[in-house]
């Protein structure tokens, strides 16, 4: 009885999380209609044989299987709310892990890592009068780390993370790369790849760049392996496009979509104007700006550098492309961002973990660093407020 009593102390916060994110999302299902809905909707046409399954099709499978592949709406919520509360416990455990992992010279207490890490959590866009009042959004033009209506999305954070932390392992010099971590790394860009490619849009392009470290220390046959996710990216992406684009696999719509390259920010112009763009992305990323302006060693701190060049080229891939077609207006190639946001927060409250556990709380640097973190984290709250009260996600 004390055995089983002590396990659920240890693990009251992933208790607790889950139980509030199947609240969260029945909520959003019951009051409201998202992605989330329309997902479960396109699997019962998979099951009707009017559509087939989408490239992307792994969030599909999992919930027709456990649904019995049957077209029982209620059992598919149940399954598909379970399936997305697991997913954000998943990403909120293996966050934990990676903020003890990156400062595990430092011996925290427990709890503190827990608060840091639901702080995180709930980071969000700063909101701003001219976005609430005005343009009545918290969502839609911001770089957000977080959503609850985009059910792949959702399922996809977990194994954008594991791969970002996985991959960043094996750009330290020191550490000698085994065909077994490589191997890992290589799935799990499948597995994205097959929830939603979007992460993979960013991943394949920094993670070369960053891999050219290595050639200096590594053989031909050695540096060729650490590559090969990329090669696994690359081929999967090009099928993908074929299946999507050429095919038409698993399309929501029946006319036809493409890819074109656009003026800058031409998608994310149909949310807000143009001048308010960087307005949006510093109260997006506040936290980290403000690192970068007073914490200069940030800047050679590999896990900000990595996510801080993903977030760069994700944003440079959604000012540049989007989709023409019926799926001009949904903003496809903006998915990464999200992704690369969170990561971005990760690794900067990460960095920022021991300035604020050790004591050294009086600098103003950290007071700054801790009150913006707040900010931030109270923001997500407030997002959740007005998710609620508006039934409203944007």
């Known amino acids: 009885m004390k ?11 992933y208790i607790l999380l889950f139980i509030f994110c199947l609240l969260v999302f029945s909520y959003i299902v019951i009051f ?26 792994l969030y599909y499978f999992v919930v027709n299987l456990f649904s019995a592949f049957s077209s029982n709406k209620l059992l598919m919520y ?7 509360s697991s997913a954000v416990v998943a990403k909120y455990g ?29 980071c969000f866009a700063i909101p701003d009068p001219y976005s609430f009042f005005v343009l009545k959004k918290m969502y839609l033009g911001k770089l957000v780390p977080i959503v609850w209506h985009n059910s792949t999305t959702i399922v996809l954070f977990p194994f954008s993370i594991l791969l970002f932390w996985k991959q960043l392992k094996v750009f330290d010099l020191s550490h000698k ?5 490589i191997l890992i790394i290589n799935i799990l860009v499948i597995l994205n790849i097959l929830i939603k ?37 690359s081929l999967f992406l090009l099928i993908q496009y074929y299946l999507i684009y050429t095919l038409q696999k698993g399309s929501f719509q029946s006319e036809t979509s493409g890819v074109v390259i656009t003026t800058p920010f031409e998608a994310l112009l149909l949310w807000i104007p143009i001048w308010f763009i960087p ?19 940030i800047i050679k701190y590999k896990p900000f550098t990595y996510s801080l060049a993903l977030t760069i080229v994700g944003i440079t891939i959604s000012a540049f492309l989007m989709e023409s077609g019926p799926r001009s207006y949904h903003g496809n190639f903006m998915w990464q961002n999200i992704i690369c946001t969170f990561l971005l927060m990760l690794s900067t409250v990460s960095f920022l973990t021991p300035k604020f556990l050790n004591g050294n709380i009086k600098s103003k640097k950290t ?28």
């Open 3 to 13: 055995k089983i009593s002590y396990e659920l102390k240890k693990h009251l916060d």
């Open 32 to 57: 409201m209609y998202t992605d989330i809905q329309a997902h479960l909707e396109q699997i019962v046409n998979i099951n009707l044989n009017e559509v087939s399954y989408p490239p992307n099709l």
């Open 78 to 84: 149940i399954v598909s709310i379970t399936l997305l």
């Open 94 to 122: 293996i966050s934990k892990k990676i903020i003890s992992d990156l400062n595990e010279r430092e011996l925290f207490e427990h709890n503190k890592i827990i608060l840091i890490t639901f702080g995180l959590f709930f």
């Open 177 to 181: 790369t085994t065909i077994k971590e």
């Open 197 to 233: 490619p979007a992460f993979i849009f960013t991943y394949i392009p920094v993670t070369f760049f960053f891999l050219l470290n290595r050639i200096k220390i590594d053989s031909i046959r050695r540096f060729i392996l650490n590559l090969t996710p990329i090669f696994t990216g």
């Open 279 to 297: 307005i949006s992305f510093f109260l997006s990323l506040t936290l980290p700006i403000f690192s970068m302006f007073v914490f200069k060693e």
């Open 367 to 394: 007071r700054l660093s801790l009150s913006l973190f707040f900010i931030h984290s109270l923001s997500g709250i407030l997002y959740l407020i007005k998710i609620v009260v508006s039934s409203n996600y944007v």
